[in-house]
C-alpha cells in the first residue's frame, strides 16, 4: 500500500510564499500520475495542478505563474512551490496519487491535508 503525508502549510501574508511536499512510502513503484488538490471553507475540493510520471504539468488558471509543481521520484516526495500567494488560495491542500498495479488495477492515494492560510 502507499501512504502520501502531506507537509509545510502554515499561516503567511498575502505576496509570500510557501513550499508545500508530500511523501510518499510504502509501495511507491506503483505511483503514476501525482496531483495536488484544495478545498477551501464552503467550497469543493479543485485541482491545482498535477504532474505525470515522466514531469508532464498541467495547472490551474488560478495558478499559473504562481505555482509550481515537481517531484523527485528518487525520494518519493511531490512538491508545490507557492509564490504571490493571495487570501484567496486559502484552503486544505491535499496530495493524490495514481497507484497503478498489473492485473489488479488503480486507485486514488490521498494525504491527511495541510493547511494554507494567507492573510491580507
Known amino acids: 500500500q502507499v501512504q502520501l503525508v502531506e507537509s509545510g502549510g502554515g499561516l503567511v501574508q498575502a505576496g509570500g510564499s510557501l513550499r508545500l511536499s508530500c511523501a510518499a512510502s510504502g509501495d511507491t513503484i506503483c505511483i503514476s500520475d501525482m496531483g495536488w488538490y484544495r478545498q477551501a471553507p464552503g467550497k469543493e475540493r479543485e485541482l491545482v495542478a498535477v504532474?505525470?510520471?515522466?514531469?508532464?504539468?498541467n495547472y490551474q488558471d488560478s495558478v499559473k505563474g504562481r505555482f509550481t509543481i515537481s517531484r523527485d521520484n528518487a525520494k518519493n516526495t511531490l512538491y508545490l512551490q507557492m509564490n504571490s500567494l493571495k487570501p484567496e488560495d486559502t484552503a486544505v491542500y491535499y496530495c493524490n496519487a495514481d497507484c497503478i498495479r498489473p492485473i489488479i488495477g488503480s486507485h486514488e492515494v490521498w494525504g491527511q491535508g495541510t493547511l494554507v492560510t494567507v492573510s491580507s
Open positions: 504532474i505525470g510520471s515522466g514531469g508532464r504539468v
